[in-house]
């Protein structure tokens, strides 16, 4: 079974808040045909890009997403769900995945990967990844 991956269909934002405070990466995004926002699930990379992806502990996508199927959501992920990943250059991927209920299978990722900058935020950023990253 080939569960269709989310796609990108904006550019994400990572936006600092006031002094690091409240910051959070916006995500732009579309689920495949016959998906809702039910059957999402927000991961983050354990320990930088590129290393596994497990689920983000704590984080509601619901409460953190608007939008409709049809039209795209817009998720923000607060950076302190992160843990002290993302900080100090370190680029962090954040993916969405679309997860079958019954089998627990998940899509391929539609993911971006931030940066929170050096010190409180500044210099943060955030870019889209390729498909399937």
Known sequence: MTIPAPTLNGQCTYNPGVLGLGAYVRIFWLPPSGYTLSQAEVQASTSGLGSALAPLTGYNL??????????GYVTDVPTNLLGGLLGLGTEL????VIRDPATSWTSKAASVASNAGLIAGLGGNCRNLPPGT
């Not at 409460?63 to 049809?70: E, K, M, P, Q, Y």
């Open 62 to 71: 619901s409460i953190n997403t608007t939008g409709s199927a049809a039209a």
């Open 93 to 96: 991927q954040i993916a969405i």
